[in-house]
């Protein structure tokens, strides 16, 4: 899939799950509901073709494509929070 027709508040969803391990949880920090979430994880799924998180007793746990990419995907975050608050500025 090209990037331009992607969703990229996907990967927001993707982080917020990775650090809480549950989805009502990254719901709740990202102020949308749970089955709003579970919506993005699903799309984001079709996209990485893989599961990204597996249901545990601990929660939802990374799958090895979804440890492989956080670190990107917070730098990515990173920088576009970055260029939009530098962009505050102006």
């Known amino acids: 899939m090209r990037l331009s027709k992607m969703d990229l508040n996907l990967f927001v969803v993707f982080e917020a799950i990775y ?3 549950n989805l ?3 719901a709740d920090i990202l102020n949308i509901t749970q089955p709003a979430v579970s919506n993005a994880l699903s799309r984001m799924r079709r996209v990485m073709n893989d599961s990204l998180f ?3 007793p601990a929660g939802m ?3 090895p494509v979804a440890e492989n990419i956080i670190g990107r995907v ?3 975050l990173r920088l576009l929070d970055t ?5 505050d500025v102006f």
């Open 19 to 21: 650090n809480k391990r």
């Open 24 to 26: 009502t949880r990254a």
């Open 54 to 56: 597996v249901s545990s």
């Open 61 to 63: 746990m990374p799958t």
């Open 74 to 76: 917070r730098e990515a």
């Open 83 to 87: 260029s939009v608050r530098e962009g």
